[in-house]
């Protein structure tokens, strides 16, 4: 069974950056639609971005699109996001999750995704 683990969060200031890692074991990223998910407090899961098995093969929500970079590295099965410029609504709880699919998993269920990571808290202060 695969098993993902997030790492990277942390505290940072308006306009900062944050690389977000999932390392993978049990399975290899390659092989999966990968997403990052992110909730809020109070909120509901937001879908962040995610790729797919190709080279390229990535999308990302608007309200991160232009600040964020998804990719991975399959010699370390991990999967990164880049998140620059941050910004107060970023705070959240990110999640990595993992699909068997060929393109890009655009959805925040959870229960849409085969693998799911115990998340890791990014909090943007102003």
């Known amino acids: 069974e695969m098993q993902l683990v997030e790492s990277g969060g942390g505290w940072v200031e308006v306009g900062g950056s944050l690389r977000l890692s999932c390392s993978a074991s049990g399975g290899s990223v390659s092989d999966y639609a990968m997403s990052w998910v992110r909730q809020a407090p109070g909120k509901e899961l937001e879908w962040v971005s995610s790729m797919g098995t190709g080279p390229g093969d990535t999308i990302y929500a608007d309200s991160v699109k232009g600040r964020a970079t998804i990719s991975r590295d399959d010699g370390q099965n991990t999967l990164y996001l880049q998140l620059n410029s941050l910004k107060p609504e970023d705070t959240a709880i990110y999640y990595c999750?993992?699909?068997?699919?060929?393109?890009?998993?655009?959805?925040?269920?959870?229960?849409?995704?085969?693998?799911w990571g115990q998340g890791t808290q990014v909090t943007v202060s102003s």
């Open positions: 999750a993992a699909v068997k699919n060929l393109g890009p998993w655009c959805s925040e269920s959870r229960y849409e995704y085969d693998y």
